[in-house]
């Protein structure tokens, strides 16, 4: 079976152009990725990005606005799963998944939680109770394979001893253990683990490696995890898709995500320019890690911070500075840019979530000052801008507008300061 599966070039999940929308929230958008048959393929992504979203629909908790979740078993069968009930997902499409809080029979033992996964079986050999209870030989052969299956999946999780103990009695670890193994004994294709290592320890942590790793090469499962332990990502996984506000940003190897300088941007918060020079600094300096960009981004936005505070009284000195020329407005900027600031103060754009210090400046160098110049842009506008800020969509999704609109009218209701002082 496992050879099988690794001579199967097919996708065992194709997922195209998934959107799924809550009202006006935009929860998965146009989202496209294939699962390999066989492979361990890793959903990553800061909080809110629309990982659980992305189980949901395939697990047929959710049924997506748009797209197409194709699964296809070893045996060819193809589902769309996106037209399918849950329960029916799990048991034709062979799909199975475990949850971020874990949702085992607590007052059930370990055994028994593993035998109600194999319920589907153990219905149909006992002619849905009628055989059972006459004792047929088909339902006493169904009982005893799914208590040797049981059996087998205690002994892979280290829980033999502790058969007959409730569910609930169990340490963390080896709850979130049992859960995967009752996965397991619904024979899936398909295993999508929700954050399978929250809350677990190193060591635990490397246990469960070894679990999903053995998974994989004894029963050629293929295995979606959303996960935030990079730790654990890095190193199992075969492949990484990377969500930022339910849009892909990255998709690849674990080596070439992990220097991606959008995903960096994404789990820091910061800018893509900025990160990218910050990385190049530091492959300047023969790292190609990026630890050496977090550090340096930390290292000199408390540079910046420090030398902001010293310039601060110095400029309070010099009151009659002449003022520089205004700067010349760079080609591609939008209709409303203005040659200078007006009255020679611009406002603090980085008030503007998703606007760091290296936008601004780009924004400045393009004529944009004030905040009621971004609430006044049109569509063309939005389109120029992001063509020099190189970023797509991104003005949309975090909604510049919206929030420049409200700033420009907190700032028009403040107060005018006062001139004070007399003629001498």
């Known amino acids: 079976m496992v050879s099988e599966v690794r001579n199967n070039p097919s996708p065992v ?21 294939e699962a390999k048959r066989g492979a361990i393929t890793a959903l990553i992504g800061p909080n809110g990005a629309g990982k659980t979203t992305v189980f949901n629909c395939i697990t047929g908790f959710y049924k997506p606005t748009e797209g197409m979740l194709t699964m296809t078993r070893q045996n060819g069968e193809e589902y769309l799963l996106e037209r399918m009930a849950d329960f029916v997902i799990t048991k034709k499409a062979k799909v199975a998944r475990t949850f971020q809080n874990i949702r085992l029979f607590s007052g059930l033992t370990v055994l028994e939680n593993l035998l109600v996964a194999q319920h589907n079986p153990l219905m149909l050999s006992s002619g849905y109770t009628i055989l059972g209870l006459l004792g047929f030989p088909t339902y006493k052969k169904a009982a005893a394979d799914a208590i040797e299956k049981a059996r087998f999946w205690l002994q892979k999780i280290n829980l033999v001893e502790r058969a007959d103990d409730p569910a609930g009695d169990l340490p963390y670890g080896a709850q979130r253990r049992l859960e995967i193994a009752r996965a397991m004994c619904t024979d899936p294709e398909l295993l ?11 060591r635990e942590s490397a ?11 004894e029963t050629g499962t293929s295995i979606i995890l959303i996960e935030h332990d990079m730790s654990v990502v890095m190193e199992i996984s075969d492949h990484v898709i ?31 320019e900025e990160v990218v020079e910050l990385i190049e600094h530091a492959a300047a300096t023969g790292s190609d890690d990026i630890t050496a ?20 009284p110095v400029a309070a000195k010099a009151k009659t500075a002449a003022k520089p020329a205004a700067p010349a407005i760079k080609a591609g900027a939008t209709a409303n840019a203005l ?13 503007i979530k998703g606007i760091g210090p290296v936008n601004a400046r780009r924004l400045n160098e393009h004529g944009i000052f004030h905040f009621d110049q971004i609430a006044a842009w049109k569509k063309a506008d939005v389109t120029a801008a992001e063509a020099y800020l190189a970023f797509d969509g991104r003005i949309a999704r975090e909604d510049w507008i919206g929030q420049a609109k409200k ?18």
Do not use: W
């Open 13 to 33: 999940l194709r997922v195209e152009h998934l959107s799924m929308k809550f009202g006006g929230l935009v929860a998965i958008n146009d989202l496209n990725f």
């Open 207 to 217: 246990e469960l490696n070894q679990l999903l790793l053995s998974i994989r090469e």
């Open 242 to 272: 990377v969500l930022e506000y339910g849009t892909k940003i990255s998709d690849g190897t674990p080596e070439t995500v992990k220097n991606d300088p959008k995903v960096i941007a994404a789990y820091l918060g910061v800018e893509d």
């Open 339 to 351: 040659a200078a600031p007006r009255e020679g103060e611009s406002d603090d754009l980085t008030l």
């Open 407 to 424: 700033l420009a009218k907190e700032s028009q209701g403040k107060p005018a300061a006062k001139k004070t002082g007399g003629a001498k």
């Open 192 to 202: 999508c683990l929700d954050e399978p290592a929250a809350g677990l320890n190193a």
């Open 293 to 312: 960009a977090v550090d340096l981004l930390s290292t000199e936005a408390i540079q910046e911070i420090t030398e902001t505070q010293a310039e601060v």
